[in-house]
């Protein structure tokens, strides 16, 4: 049987039961991430957690790359919801930014085993392109916001932006909280642009 391409999406369930059950591996792939990391996202672990048997899993995704970039999807789904209504109304320029960034980083701690094991898949170099392509689009949604500042080339600016989200996300992370300071320094970064 011909393996399916890295990037194919898992199919989507038609019977609540059916969501339901794939919701349970998703939330049981959250336990697993969060106790074992990346190493220990085993399709035998997700069932294990979720309690359903393997052949079960194969129902909703067609192997541990489509389930974890299905983590992947979960968790921009929440970002773009949160950074849509955080930023409803606000013009392009350093206060959506700001009003971005707060809402990913909050985003991100609520979720910290997918975050931590989006950090981990990219840290290994295993983004998938659909995986890519929505860190792309993170990237360039900043880049009006960056023109308005004068923050040219935008694309490298909306990257350094990125990167630097990134990092204070790592270090609330770490902390297993906000850390003021960390968004603090991200707006005074902000502040500096001429």
Not at 114 to 125: C, P, Y
């Amino acid at each position: 049987m011909p393996s399916p391409h890295p990037d194919a999406k898992p199919p989507t369930p038609v019977t609540p039961k059916g969501r339901g059950t794939k919701e349970g591996l998703l939330k049981a792939g959250e336990a697993v991430a969060e106790r074992d990391g990346l190493a220990g996202l085993s399709v035998a672990a997700v069932t294990a957690q979720a309690g359903v048997a393997k052949g079960t899993f194969y129902l909703y995704f067609p192997d541990r790359n489509a389930f974890v970039d299905a983590l992947h999807q979960r968790f921009y789904d929440q970002v773009s919801d949160a950074v849509g209504h955080a930023a409803a109304g606000l013009a392009p320029g350093r206060d959506l930014l700001v009003a971005a960034i707060e809402a990913y980083l909050d985003v991100c701690l609520a979720n910290h085993a997918v975050k931590a094991l989006i950090f981990e898949t990219r840290a290994h170099g295993n983004l998938t392109g659909a995986m890519q392509e929505r860190v792309t689009l993170m990237a360039t949604l900043a880049e009006p916001s960056l023109k308005v500042l004068g923050l040219t080339p935008t694309k490298i600016g909306s990257r350094l932006v990125l990167a630097l989200t990134s990092e204070a996300a790592l270090i609330e992370m770490e902390a297993g909280r906000k850390v003021p300071a960390a968004r603090r320094t991200i707006r005074a970064l902000l502040d500096t642009v001429p």
